[in-house]
């Protein structure tokens, strides 16, 4: 049954034609007819999670958002860590997605977890005089067609001192600063032309973006396994970052 669930996954993934009007349209499209199997098959595509979303709840405290948060699957990292924050929210546009956050919160017992459909780009916490102690992207900056308006926003309403927390595909600029890792011309060229199909795009422009934008607390720079293709492997990035005081 599993091996089923997975191809109905890479049929949406690969073959199945994403439509809508909007951006809003085209994820809730997406994702309508595999989100009841969503969690199981991305565990084992989206690497890196844990270690961020581990750290930032061992450091944090106060409000926390989620930006493209899903089903809320990533608030499980967090552990027992999660009951000390006053409210974590987790925005999305799939609606959904939005059902099997109220699954899990249910499931769980948080009363601390809301599932708010909104746009990253605009969005503001309704409560902490709409500020955020901690805001996470995983695997949703390379969704957001305006990712660069959804850091900007996250920094927006990050206190000072507040913690960003990344995780996402990427690939290396051509001439990436020192100290990071360089992709060759295949990594740079197959994976945006890859993903591109599911409406998601590695950018070379992420990693510079945020170290703009932030202090950087925290970077690892891997590559993940992808199912069903045992040699090939497909850069992501971990990244902690700190809003300046």
Request: proline share 5%.
């Amino acid at each position: 049954m599993s091996f089923l669930n997975d191809l109905n996954i890479l049929y949406h993934m690969v073959l199945r034609p994403v439509r809508g009007k909007d951006h809003a349209q085209r994820m809730e499209n997406f994702y309508a007819g595999q989100a009841a199997h969503y969690d199981d098959f991305r565990k084992r595509l989206l690497q890196g999670r844990e270690d961020v979303y581990r750290k930032l709840g061992e450091q944090c405290e106060g409000t926390w958002v989620d930006f493209g948060g899903g089903t809320g699957a990533n608030l499980e990292f967090i552990g027992e860590s999660i009951r000390k924050f006053d409210k974590i929210y987790v925005v999305d546009l799939a609606e959904s997605l939005l059902e099997v956050v109220g699954q899990r919160v249910a499931k769980h017992g948080w009363t601390n977890v809301e599932g708010v459909a909104a746009d990253a780009t605009t969005w503001t916490p309704p409560t902490n005089q709409g500020y955020a102690d901690v805001v996470t992207f995983s695997y949703s900056l390379t969704m957001i067609p305006d990712w660069f308006a959804a850091i900007e926003n996250a920094k927006r309403i990050l206190k000072p001192g507040g913690r960003i927390g990344v995780i996402d595909f990427y690939v290396s600029r051509k001439y990436p600063q020192d100290g990071h890792t360089r992709h060759g011309w295949s990594t740079r060229s197959f994976w945006p032309l890859w993903f591109s199909s599911d409406n998601v795009f590695p950018s070379p422009d992420h990693l510079p973006f945020l170290a703009r934008h932030f202090e950087t607390s925290w970077l690892q720079e891997k590559r993940a396994k992808v199912p069903y293709m045992p040699l090939v492997r497909t850069p992501y990035y971990q990244f902690i970052g700190r809003k300046s005081a």
